[in-house]
């Protein structure tokens, strides 16, 4: 099957600091998504991106997908960013998810 | 107006036993899922239904049996639950089966004693 692979595993941040995770994965694919599960346990859509570069907010995120990578970029950090983030991509109609990165943003 | 929703959130039931999740959307998506999230928060496919067919099973102990009764719920219930069965079980939904973003539930926290 496909392998995603997330780094860095872990990343502490000080409030107001920015930062980039990556996502890499082993084949082609038709979707990938990027998801924040928060302390509470929910799943939380951050973006759809199976190509090309999105933005809302402080987030963005770039997925080139002839490389086979897509990045996550957190600006200005707050605390409510902490959690973990997801990369998942799609193939055989199925999402397969990255082991994710663990953000603690402290105050 | 939760748009895909799981009943219960939390579930503490003893091995032996046979117990249900519950998934409903009202997205009036045509595909529903089933994930499972283990201890170290790896998230796993089960189950997907496109038109209340079943598209993958993804190696799943036959103790599990998914069951769609329309487009909109896609129940999971589980026989002879195993400590291992401890997990977040997700639900989820997409427009189509291919290609369309997916939208999760809250989970549901199964705990087998």
């Known amino acids: 099957g496909i392998q995603v692979e997330q780094s860095p595993p872990d990343l502490i941040l000080q409030e107001g600091a920015n930062s980039t995770l990556r996502c890499n994965f082993s084949?082609?694919?038709?979707?990938l998504q990027w998801f924040h599960q928060n302390p509470w346990g929910q799943l939380i859509n951050l973006f759809y991106i199976p190509s090309g570069t999105k933005q809302n907010g402080r987030l963005s995120a770039t997925t080139v997908a002839t490389e086979r990578y897509s990045l996550l970029y957190i600006s200005s950090s707050q605390t409510t960013d902490s959690g973990v983030y997801f990369c998942?991509?799609?193939?055989?109609?199925?999402?397969?998810f990255g082991a994710g990165t663990t953000v603690t943003v402290r105050a | 107006d939760t748009a895909v929703s799981q009943t219960p959130k939390y579930l503490v039931t003893q091995m032996g036993n046979d117990k249900s999740i519950k998934c409903e959307q009202n997205l009036g998506h045509d595909t529903m899922y089933w994930y499972k999230q283990d201890s170290k928060k790896f998230l796993k496919i089960m189950f997907s239904y496109n038109n209340k067919e079943l598209i993958i099973n993804e190696t799943v102990p036959n103790r599990f049996s998914p069951k769609s009764p329309d487009k909109a719920h896609l129940n999971l219930h589980i026989n002879s639950l195993e400590l291992g069965d401890s997990a977040v079980y997700f639900c989820?939904?997409?427009?189509?089966?291919?290609?369309?973003?997916?939208?999760f539930g809250p989970g549901t926290r199964l705990t087998v004693l």
């Open positions: 084949d082609s694919v038709n979707n």
């Open positions: 989820a939904s997409s427009q189509r089966a291919l290609a369309h973003e997916q939208f």
């Open positions: 998942a991509v799609e193939r055989d109609y199925k999402l397969s």
